[in-house]
Protein backbone atom coordinates (compact mmCIF):
# COMPACT_ATOMS: atom_id res chain seq x y z
CA UNK A 1 0.00 0.00 0.00
CA UNK A 2 1.52 2.80 -1.16
CA UNK A 3 0.50 6.61 -1.33
CA UNK A 4 1.81 10.05 -1.55
CA UNK A 5 0.97 13.41 -0.22
CA UNK A 6 2.74 16.67 0.30
CA UNK A 7 3.74 18.91 3.28
CA UNK A 8 5.04 22.17 4.26
CA UNK A 9 8.88 21.74 5.68
CA UNK A 10 7.82 23.38 9.45
CA UNK A 11 9.79 26.23 10.96
CA UNK A 12 13.13 25.06 12.97
CA UNK A 13 13.27 23.80 16.77
CA UNK A 14 14.30 26.95 18.44
CA UNK A 15 15.74 26.35 21.85
CA UNK A 16 18.34 23.33 21.55
CA UNK A 17 19.74 21.30 24.47
CA UNK A 18 23.30 19.42 23.64
CA UNK A 19 23.86 17.02 26.50
CA UNK A 20 27.83 16.22 27.58
CA UNK A 21 29.31 13.69 29.36
CA UNK A 22 32.71 12.61 29.70
CA UNK A 23 32.52 10.00 27.34
CA UNK A 24 30.75 11.74 24.97
CA UNK A 25 31.96 12.13 21.14
CA UNK A 26 31.20 15.69 21.87
CA UNK A 27 32.41 17.19 18.70
CA UNK A 28 30.62 14.65 16.24
CA UNK A 29 27.18 15.12 18.61
CA UNK A 30 27.57 18.87 17.84
CA UNK A 31 28.44 18.64 14.19
CA UNK A 32 24.52 16.37 14.28
CA UNK A 33 23.00 19.87 16.29
CA UNK A 34 25.19 22.16 14.00
CA UNK A 35 23.12 21.16 11.40
CA UNK A 36 20.06 21.69 13.00
CA UNK A 37 20.68 25.29 14.46
CA UNK A 38 20.33 28.75 12.51
CA UNK A 39 20.94 32.38 13.41
CA UNK A 40 17.68 32.33 15.19
CA UNK A 41 18.70 29.11 17.49
CA UNK A 42 19.45 29.15 21.07
CA UNK A 43 21.90 26.41 22.12
CA UNK A 44 22.44 25.41 25.86
CA UNK A 45 25.22 22.54 26.46
CA UNK A 46 24.77 21.20 29.43
CA UNK A 47 27.96 19.35 30.55
CA UNK A 48 27.09 16.41 33.31
CA UNK A 49 29.56 15.85 35.49
CA UNK A 50 28.84 12.05 37.27
CA UNK A 51 30.13 11.35 40.49
CA UNK A 52 33.38 9.08 39.52
CA UNK A 53 31.99 6.52 42.55
CA UNK A 54 29.14 5.84 40.08
CA UNK A 55 30.90 5.87 37.11
CA UNK A 56 33.33 3.47 38.68
CA UNK A 57 31.22 1.36 41.33
CA UNK A 58 34.37 -1.06 42.07
CA UNK A 59 37.15 1.77 42.10
CA UNK A 60 37.63 1.80 45.88
CA UNK A 61 38.14 -1.87 46.03
CA UNK A 62 40.51 -1.37 43.07
CA UNK A 63 42.20 1.04 45.36
CA UNK A 64 41.19 4.21 42.80
CA UNK A 65 41.44 7.54 43.80
CA UNK A 66 38.30 8.96 43.75
CA UNK A 67 39.33 12.34 43.74
CA UNK A 68 41.72 11.85 41.05
CA UNK A 69 39.42 10.02 39.13
CA UNK A 70 36.65 13.06 39.91
CA UNK A 71 39.12 15.57 38.45
CA UNK A 72 39.85 13.75 34.87
CA UNK A 73 35.76 13.49 34.91
CA UNK A 74 35.50 16.73 35.02
CA UNK A 75 38.49 17.55 32.47
CA UNK A 76 37.02 15.39 29.82
CA UNK A 77 33.71 17.22 30.65
CA UNK A 78 35.19 20.51 30.26
CA UNK A 79 36.90 20.01 27.21
CA UNK A 80 33.79 18.35 25.79
CA UNK A 81 31.86 21.60 26.00
CA UNK A 82 34.54 23.40 24.42
CA UNK A 83 35.03 21.98 21.66
CA UNK A 84 31.11 21.30 21.20
CA UNK A 85 30.72 25.62 21.70
CA UNK A 86 33.21 26.05 19.22
CA UNK A 87 31.54 23.91 16.42
CA UNK A 88 27.84 25.26 16.79
CA UNK A 89 29.41 29.00 17.48
CA UNK A 90 30.23 28.34 13.78
CA UNK A 91 26.45 28.07 13.20
CA UNK A 92 25.71 31.27 14.20
CA UNK A 93 23.34 30.53 16.64
CA UNK A 94 23.86 31.84 20.49
CA UNK A 95 25.03 29.44 22.56
CA UNK A 96 25.66 29.24 26.27
CA UNK A 97 27.04 26.54 28.51
CA UNK A 98 27.07 25.11 32.03
CA UNK A 99 28.63 22.13 34.18
CA UNK A 100 25.72 20.33 36.56
CA UNK A 101 27.86 18.82 39.28
CA UNK A 102 26.28 15.37 40.57
CA UNK A 103 29.33 15.46 43.47
CA UNK A 104 27.75 18.66 44.52
CA UNK A 105 24.08 19.08 43.73
CA UNK A 106 23.37 15.22 44.14
CA UNK A 107 20.71 13.38 42.16
CA UNK A 108 21.09 11.78 38.93
CA UNK A 109 22.07 12.48 34.97
CA UNK A 110 18.44 11.68 33.90
CA UNK A 111 16.58 13.63 36.34
CA UNK A 112 19.32 16.56 36.44
CA UNK A 113 18.57 17.01 32.26
CA UNK A 114 14.88 16.85 32.25
CA UNK A 115 15.00 19.43 35.17
CA UNK A 116 17.22 21.39 32.83
CA UNK A 117 15.28 20.98 29.86
CA UNK A 118 11.92 22.17 31.81
CA UNK A 119 13.76 25.05 33.44
CA UNK A 120 14.65 26.25 30.07
CA UNK A 121 12.01 25.40 28.43
CA UNK A 122 14.14 23.64 25.79
CA UNK A 123 12.23 22.33 22.30
CA UNK A 124 14.60 19.45 21.61
CA UNK A 125 17.35 17.39 23.70
CA UNK A 126 20.42 16.00 21.87
CA UNK A 127 21.81 13.19 23.33
CA UNK A 128 24.48 10.53 22.26
CA UNK A 129 24.10 6.81 23.28
CA UNK A 130 26.62 3.68 23.28
CA UNK A 131 25.96 0.17 22.87
CA UNK A 132 27.71 -1.81 25.32
CA UNK A 133 27.21 -5.60 26.38
CA UNK A 134 27.17 -7.16 29.56
CA UNK A 135 27.28 -5.55 32.51
CA UNK A 136 28.16 -1.63 30.99
CA UNK A 137 25.15 -2.36 29.08
CA UNK A 138 23.02 -2.52 31.87
CA UNK A 139 25.01 0.08 33.75
CA UNK A 140 24.12 2.52 30.87
CA UNK A 141 20.56 1.26 30.19
CA UNK A 142 19.44 1.97 33.75
CA UNK A 143 20.78 5.44 33.24
CA UNK A 144 19.43 6.25 30.49
CA UNK A 145 16.14 4.71 30.23
CA UNK A 146 14.45 7.51 32.60
CA UNK A 147 15.48 10.61 30.47
CA UNK A 148 13.03 9.26 27.87
CA UNK A 149 10.33 8.58 30.41
CA UNK A 150 10.64 12.02 32.16
CA UNK A 151 11.80 14.36 29.58
CA UNK A 152 8.58 16.43 28.25
CA UNK A 153 10.76 17.59 25.14
CA UNK A 154 11.60 16.00 21.86
CA UNK A 155 14.82 13.94 22.13
CA UNK A 156 17.17 13.53 19.36
CA UNK A 157 19.37 9.81 19.72
CA UNK A 158 22.78 9.85 18.14
CA UNK A 159 24.68 6.34 18.68
CA UNK A 160 28.10 6.40 19.06
CA UNK A 161 28.18 3.83 15.93
CA UNK A 162 26.44 5.83 13.80
CA UNK A 163 28.00 5.55 10.40
CA UNK A 164 26.07 8.77 8.99
CA UNK A 165 26.99 12.27 9.23
CA UNK A 166 24.30 14.99 8.15
CA UNK A 167 25.61 17.33 5.54
CA UNK A 168 23.02 19.31 5.94
CA UNK A 169 20.01 18.87 7.57
CA UNK A 170 18.44 14.76 6.71
CA UNK A 171 17.14 14.09 3.39
CA UNK A 172 15.59 10.44 4.13
CA UNK A 173 13.34 10.58 7.69
CA UNK A 174 11.45 7.43 7.97
CA UNK A 175 8.39 7.65 10.96
CA UNK A 176 6.84 4.83 12.77
CA UNK A 177 3.71 5.45 13.22
CA UNK A 178 0.54 3.72 15.11
CA UNK A 179 -1.97 6.34 14.73
CA UNK A 180 -1.85 7.50 18.55
CA UNK A 181 -2.08 11.14 19.44
CA UNK A 182 1.90 10.70 19.90
CA UNK A 183 2.90 9.34 16.82
CA UNK A 184 1.43 12.26 15.05
CA UNK A 185 3.01 14.64 17.17
CA UNK A 186 6.10 12.92 16.08
CA UNK A 187 5.18 13.45 12.33
CA UNK A 188 4.96 17.41 13.29
CA UNK A 189 7.98 17.75 15.43
CA UNK A 190 10.47 15.41 12.88
CA UNK A 191 9.09 17.54 9.88
CA UNK A 192 11.10 20.08 11.80
CA UNK A 193 14.23 18.92 11.08
CA UNK A 194 13.85 18.34 7.21
CA UNK A 195 16.10 19.11 4.02
CA UNK A 196 14.23 21.27 1.47
CA UNK A 197 13.25 18.37 -0.85
CA UNK A 198 13.32 15.93 1.97
CA UNK A 199 11.42 12.60 1.45
CA UNK A 200 9.07 11.00 4.18
CA UNK A 201 8.28 7.76 4.63
CA UNK A 202 5.52 7.02 7.12
CA UNK A 203 5.18 3.36 8.03
CA UNK A 204 3.21 0.77 9.90
CA UNK A 205 3.97 -2.78 11.08
CA UNK A 206 2.13 -5.26 10.82
CA UNK A 207 2.95 -7.86 13.64
CA UNK A 208 2.97 -11.12 12.13
CA UNK A 209 5.06 -12.80 14.80
CA UNK A 210 3.04 -15.63 16.33
CA UNK A 211 2.70 -15.77 20.26
CA UNK A 212 1.48 -18.28 22.92
CA UNK A 213 -0.41 -15.60 24.40
CA UNK A 214 -2.46 -14.98 21.26
CA UNK A 215 -6.01 -16.52 22.48
CA UNK A 216 -7.36 -15.82 18.53
CA UNK A 217 -6.72 -17.03 15.34
CA UNK A 218 -3.32 -15.46 13.70
CA UNK A 219 -5.10 -14.90 10.28
CA UNK A 220 -7.82 -12.84 11.96
CA UNK A 221 -5.48 -11.36 14.05
CA UNK A 222 -3.66 -9.89 11.23
CA UNK A 223 -6.44 -9.10 9.32
CA UNK A 224 -6.93 -7.04 12.13
CA UNK A 225 -3.65 -5.92 12.27
CA UNK A 226 -3.80 -4.63 8.38
CA UNK A 227 -7.13 -2.68 9.04
CA UNK A 228 -5.61 -0.87 12.02
CA UNK A 229 -2.15 -0.19 10.04
CA UNK A 230 -4.99 1.52 7.17
CA UNK A 231 -6.20 3.64 9.68
CA UNK A 232 -2.68 4.73 10.73
CA UNK A 233 -1.57 5.54 7.47
CA UNK A 234 -4.88 7.28 6.55
CA UNK A 235 -4.29 9.75 10.34
CA UNK A 236 -0.76 10.38 9.58
CA UNK A 237 -2.07 11.40 6.02
CA UNK A 238 -4.53 14.01 7.40
CA UNK A 239 -1.78 15.44 9.82
CA UNK A 240 0.41 16.49 6.73
CA UNK A 241 -2.30 17.80 4.67
CA UNK A 242 -0.49 21.00 3.48
CA UNK A 243 -2.42 24.53 2.24
CA UNK A 244 -3.24 24.44 -1.01
CA UNK A 245 -0.58 26.96 -2.25
CA UNK A 246 2.22 25.32 -0.21
CA UNK A 247 5.34 24.01 -2.16
CA UNK A 248 6.49 20.92 0.23
CA UNK A 249 8.02 17.47 -0.01
CA UNK A 250 6.60 13.97 -0.61
CA UNK A 251 5.32 12.01 2.36
CA UNK A 252 4.88 8.03 1.40
CA UNK A 253 3.07 6.00 3.49
CA UNK A 254 3.57 2.32 3.42
CA UNK A 255 2.88 -1.18 5.38
CA UNK A 256 5.17 -3.11 6.46
CA UNK A 257 5.47 -6.89 8.64
CA UNK A 258 7.31 -8.79 10.86
CA UNK A 259 8.24 -12.70 9.98
CA UNK A 260 6.46 -14.87 11.42
CA UNK A 261 8.73 -16.55 14.01
CA UNK A 262 11.97 -14.98 16.13
CA UNK A 263 10.94 -11.45 15.13
CA UNK A 264 9.60 -8.43 16.73
CA UNK A 265 8.73 -4.40 15.73
CA UNK A 266 11.68 -2.81 16.64
CA UNK A 267 13.35 -4.54 14.94
CA UNK A 268 11.03 -4.67 11.33
CA UNK A 269 10.99 -0.84 11.82
CA UNK A 270 15.09 -0.60 11.85
CA UNK A 271 14.83 -3.12 9.15
CA UNK A 272 12.97 -1.08 7.03
CA UNK A 273 14.86 1.97 8.11
CA UNK A 274 18.07 0.64 6.73
CA UNK A 275 16.44 -0.63 3.91
CA UNK A 276 14.96 2.66 3.07
CA UNK A 277 18.29 4.36 3.89
CA UNK A 278 16.94 6.99 5.78
CA UNK A 279 18.62 9.63 7.87
CA UNK A 280 16.63 9.62 10.69
CA UNK A 281 14.29 7.45 12.23
CA UNK A 282 11.21 9.52 13.85
CA UNK A 283 8.55 7.97 16.50
CA UNK A 284 6.27 8.84 19.39
CA UNK A 285 6.99 7.89 22.97
CA UNK A 286 3.69 6.60 23.95
CA UNK A 287 1.22 5.04 21.83
CA UNK A 288 -2.56 3.77 22.29
CA UNK A 289 -4.02 0.16 23.51
CA UNK A 290 -5.18 -1.34 19.95
CA UNK A 291 -6.29 -4.26 18.53
CA UNK A 292 -2.18 -3.98 17.51
CA UNK A 293 -1.05 -4.65 20.85
CA UNK A 294 1.68 -2.79 20.41
CA UNK A 295 2.68 0.34 21.69
CA UNK A 296 4.92 3.21 20.60
CA UNK A 297 6.00 4.31 24.25
CA UNK A 298 7.57 0.42 25.04
CA UNK A 299 8.66 -0.11 21.43
CA UNK A 300 10.43 2.94 21.17
CA UNK A 301 12.74 2.42 23.85
CA UNK A 302 14.12 -1.14 22.64
CA UNK A 303 14.73 0.97 19.39
CA UNK A 304 16.31 3.50 20.93
CA UNK A 305 18.37 0.55 22.54
CA UNK A 306 19.01 -0.94 18.88
CA UNK A 307 19.57 1.98 16.48
CA UNK A 308 22.77 2.53 14.63
CA UNK A 309 21.28 5.65 13.20
CA UNK A 310 19.83 8.89 15.21
CA UNK A 311 16.49 8.51 16.17
CA UNK A 312 14.07 11.57 17.37
CA UNK A 313 11.56 10.43 20.26
CA UNK A 314 8.68 13.00 20.34
CA UNK A 315 6.03 12.82 24.08
CA UNK A 316 2.78 14.08 23.18
CA UNK A 317 2.46 17.54 24.03
CA UNK A 318 -0.94 17.66 26.23
CA UNK A 319 -1.03 21.48 25.75
CA UNK A 320 -1.68 21.31 22.47
Known amino acids: MNSATEYQVSTDFSRILLCIDSTTPSARLAGFARQLATEKTQVRIVGVLENARAVFPLGPLAGFNLSAAHAQLLKAVKDGCVAAHECLTASGA ?31 MVLGSRHHRGLLRWVERAASAPVLKIASCAILVVPEQCERDWSGRPQRILFAVDGSPASLEALRSGSKLAAAGALFRAIYVVDRAARVTDFVPLAVLQDAFVEEGKVALAKAREAFAPPRDAEGVMLDGALTETDLTSDDVPHAILREATRWQADLLVMGTHGRRGVARWMLGSVSGRVAELTQMPLLLVRKNDSR
Do not use: C, F, T
Not at 98 to 114: M, N, P, Q, R, S
Open 94 to 124: SVDSEIIDLVKDGGDAAHALAHEAQKWQADL
